[in-house]
């Protein structure tokens, strides 16, 4: 099969330009044989990786990406890796218990899989670090919404804290927020310094990885042949881990959605800056309404910033110009000023965008495509966590090794399919307006 779409990221990778240059790209450039193919360094494919070099000692495994390390989709998220239930569909993140049990315990799974990379590596804090974020609610609305969400913590038997408002200010130094729901289980990392230090480290484990090295064809003879522009890898199995491009190789045609998110950093805050806006130097917060405004403080390598996220948008081509960052920057910077108003005269260093895949019923797509051929692929909005835990399950998958949890993947339904093309680009892009009208201040 050709691939009929390569991965097309909007703006720059934010934090992966604060750190400092990676060692220059290997491209693939040969022709060359191994036990298992993995297309996708981001935290799917590093994860499939890292299980495949523990479980299965001595094969070569070979990892191919279209771009650098930590300039994918994976260096462009907001940096939380959720432990509880975060259902972007709903009005409080919260669904059927039993089902949100069984999420929780999955996510957990996840984290604990990047907390083991993060440990074995020697990962700082900076890169990876369980300290919980907050809920945080600006209007009524929102605070109905995080009582809602309280009280079925409680039901899951999940600790949390109400924030109020004071300490709201205390944290974020802003008055925007009413109140706030802490929850202690959410891992914060660098997104980009995350990958990139996973990525050296199973350089050292033996692993191969080609960066710059699209796959432009995939056919099975013997085995699996993938083409990029310069060479090709025969193995007898494959592990797909491109969350929405899944498409692109041809699988799953009308039952994943490709959903744009986007995001802005500020130039790094002065000492007189950081001195006026106060509040603590590391915090991050997801808003009340699904459908609000992200906001993380950070301070590390690249200075003191403070990162916005907000905005939605249904993209089935996987691809947006500039002239949508443009418009949507107007709306980051509104957020911003509402919230930061000490610090009008703090510009924007850096805008982009990040691609979601997603399904209507919310479930991966963990499975055995083709014969030895497997997918590790839709994380549904938690990237950093369901990716993660989709590479490791896809590796289990692939040697035979059995768990509750692969057991549940393999038993889900396939994403429900979509309309037809022209009702289901209105349909979801006028969905998306209207959930983010119905933000209000939250957004």
């Known amino acids: 099969m050709d691939v009929t779409r390569l991965p097309k990221d909007p703006g720059p990778a934010a934090w992966n330009r604060l750190l400092p240059d990676a060692d220059p790209a290997t491209p693939l450039e040969a022709n060359i044989t191994a036990d298992w193919l993995i297309i996708g360094a981001g935290f799917a494919g590093l994860a499939a990786a890292h299980r495949l070099s523990k479980q299965a000692p001595g094969d070569r495994i070979v990892v191919l990406d279209a771009v650098r390390v930590g300039d994918g989709p994976a260096g462009r998220n907001s940096g939380f890796m959720i432990d509880l239930p975060h259902d972007l569909t709903s009005a409080d993140y919260g669904g059927a218990l039993e089902a949100d049990r069984a999420q929780t315990l999955e996510n957990r799974l996840g984290i604990a899989h990047a907390c083991e990379m993060a440990q074995e590596y020697g990962l700082s804090n900076e890169a990876f670090n369980i300290s919980g974020k907050i809920n945080g609610a600006a209007t009524r609305k929102g605070q109905a919404n995080n009582l809602r969400f309280a009280k079925h913590?409680?039901?899951?038997?999940?600790?949390?804290?109400?924030?109020?408002?004071?300490?709201?200010?205390d944290i974020t130094g802003s008055d925007y927020y009413?109140?706030?729901?802490?929850?202690?289980?959410?891992?914060?990392?660098?997104?980009?310094?995350?990958?990139?230090?996973?990525?050296?480290?199973?350089?050292?484990?033996?692993?191969?990885?080609?960066?710059?090295?699209?796959?432009?064809?995939?056919?099975?003879?013997?085995?699996w042949i993938a083409k990029t522009p310069k060479g090709q890898v025969t193995a007898p199995r494959v592990i797909?881990?491109?969350?929405?491009?899944?498409?692109?190789?041809?699988?799953?045609?009308?039952?994943?959605?490709?959903?744009?998110?986007?995001?802005?950093?500020?130039r790094a805050l002065s000492t007189e800056e950081r001195a006026r806006l106060g509040g603590h130097s590391v915090w991050g917060l997801t808003p009340a309404d699904p459908?609000?405004?992200?906001?993380?403080?950070?301070?590390?390598?690249?200075?003191?910033?403070i990162i916005i996220r907000n905005r939605f948008t249904f993209d089935p081509s996987m691809e947006v110009g500039q002239k949508r960052i443009n418009n949507v920057a107007r709306d980051h910077d509104q957020a911003f000023a509402a919230r930061f108003p000490s610090l009008s005269d703090v510009g924007m260093d850096f805008r982009w965008g990040g691609r979601l895949c997603v399904s209507r019923n919310n479930v991966q797509v963990i499975s055995e495509l083709d014969e030895g051929l497997f997918s590790a692929c839709c994380q549904n909005g938690l990237g950093t966590t369901k990716g993660t835990l989709a590479g490791g399950l896809a590796v289990d998958l692939a040697l035979g090794r059995s768990s509750d949890s692969l057991s549940r993947a393999l038993a889900a339904d396939l994403p429900s399919r979509l309309p037809p093309a022209p009702l289901s680009s209105i349909g979801a892009s006028l969905f998306l307006k209207w959930q983010e009208r119905q933000a209000g201040g939250e957004l």
Request: glycine content about 10%.
């Open 240 to 266: 797909l881990a491109v969350n929405g491009h899944l498409n692109s190789f041809g699988y799953l045609p009308n039952r994943l959605m490709h959903v744009f998110t986007y995001a802005s950093m500020t």
């Open 291 to 305: 459908m609000g405004t992200t906001v993380r403080r950070i301070s590390g390598i690249g200075g003191d910033r």
């Open 153 to 169: 913590l409680t039901a899951l038997g999940e600790p949390h804290d109400m924030l109020n408002a004071a300490q709201m200010r």
């Open 178 to 223: 009413q109140s706030g729901l802490f929850s202690p289980g959410c891992a914060m990392i660098q997104p980009a310094m995350f990958v990139r230090g996973v990525a050296s480290g199973l350089r050292s484990n033996r692993v191969s990885i080609h960066e710059m090295s699209p796959v432009t064809s995939l056919e099975r003879q013997t085995d």
